[in-house]
């Protein structure tokens, strides 16, 4: 059998996570294009799928992320110029800032988990509520246990 009819048939762990990611990733920002947010792009994920309401520094982004801080300063300058972030000093640290989602931003984070909320729910639907319940818990074991046991991951 060759290799990629064996990934097609057979896919492994990577295979199964990246069509996952990238096909979630596709209908959710082709929905937040929908609802007014069409220049918001799959890679601000690393700074929007962790950015606090009240705010969170680039180092805690990263963390969260696994993307280096210079790539979420980056990507934070882009957000920041399409409206959705600002950088304001940390009340905490005023040598720090912190990135602090604006009312647009504020308004795709609050319909982004709506989406992916109605995502989750027409999978459970479809796989069954009690399947699609221990796949997450499993599937978390695993990406826990993938990060944890991997330097650098």
């Known amino acids: 059998m060759r290799r990629s009819q064996r990934k097609q048939e057979q896919p492994d762990l990577g295979v199964l996570s990246s069509r996952t990611l990238f ?84 308004d795709f984070l609050v319909r982004s988990d709506a989406v992916l909320a109605e995502l989750e729910a027409e999978h459970a639907r479809a796989v069954g509520e009690q399947d699609y319940a221990a796949f997450k818990r499993v599937f978390k074991l695993v990406a826990e246990r993938q990060t944890a046991a991997r330097p650098g991951a």
């Open 23 to 106: 096909s979630l990733q596709r209908e959710l920002f082709a929905r937040m294009g929908e609802q007014g947010h069409p220049r918001v792009r799959p890679r601000h994920g690393a700074v929007l799928a962790y950015l606090d309401e009240e705010g969170s520094r680039a180092t805690e982004l990263a963390a969260q992320s696994g993307q280096h801080k210079q790539v979420i300063g980056t990507l934070v300058d882009e957000l920041a110029e399409l409206g959705y972030v600002e950088r304001r000093p940390d009340p905490a640290d005023r040598r720090a800032k912190l990135i602090v989602p604006t009312e647009r931003g504020r």
